[in-house]
């Protein structure tokens, strides 16, 4: 989708250096959007430069805008755990989410997550444009509507294609999943465990396919 000529994104930030330490820096103090102002921090991507898979979430949630770091809350040992359980080791994935500011109201004394809208997914999408570039992938791993539809368009259903690979010149392996947040939300516990075997069933697939691209007995 074209954006409008006024409509602001992160594109005049994005240094002419591309590395992951140079684009860091420069996010650091981004407000492309109004989001930046209620923020702790942005939360910028982790994982090294090299990695064969990314991860795309939606945003940070309270415990990464706190930390500064993507994916270490509750999600985030879930997401943990499944990707061990798939064969992938976190430690060598890169790990980023869509929009790099937490969205929050107050209710109480909690900050409750609010879901991006289209003009701060878009505004934040250069930020995460320059990290695949840095980075280039094997395969890129969309988790949740949010990160499927920011990359992929917002016409893409994840739950027709989920643990599909789907062409895309973004990466040789392209996939979308639930978010693990989506797990935790899950209604009972058979539920969440239903949900959690198909969610490291799907990060499966990208180790199988990593695998049959030559990646090796051994994948990231």
């Keep these: 989708m074209a954006r409008a000529p006024d409509e602001k994104t992160a594109a005049p930030l994005v240094p002419a250096q591309r590395t992951l330490p140079a684009l860091r820096a420069a996010a650091a103090g981004c407000r492309a959007c109004d989001l930046g102002a209620r923020a702790t921090q942005t939360v910028f991507g982790e994982g090294p430069r090299d990695a064969a898979v990314m991860l795309v ?19 985030g040992r879930l997401l943990d755990e499944a990707l061990a359980e798939a064969g992938l080791d976190r430690r060598r994935v890169y790990v980023t989410n869509a929009v790099k500011h937490f969205k929050w109201e107050a209710r109480g004394k909690k900050r409750i997550h609010q879901k991006p809208d289209a003009g701060e997914i878009r505004a934040c999408r250069p930020w995460f444009e320059a990290e695949l570039a840095a980075v280039r ?33 973004l990466a040789p392996i392209v996939l979308a999943t639930l978010h693990p947040s989506a797990i935790l939300r899950a ?22 396919a990593l695998r049959d691209e030559g990646a090796g007995a051994s994948p990231p």
Excluded: I, K, M
């Design 187 to 208: 209604p009972d516990p058979e539920a969440r465990r239903r949900e959690r075997a198909r969610f490291v069933a799907d990060l499966g697939v990208v180790t199988r």
């Design 57 to 75: 979430g939606e945003q940070p949630g309270d415990a990464e805008d706190l930390s500064g770091r993507p994916f270490v809350g509750p999600a």
């Design 137 to 169: 992938p094997r395969a890129l791993v969309l988790l949740g509507a949010t990160a499927a539809q920011s990359v992929l368009g917002r016409a893409f259903r994840v739950t027709q294609h989920r643990g599909e690979l789907l062409p895309s010149p």
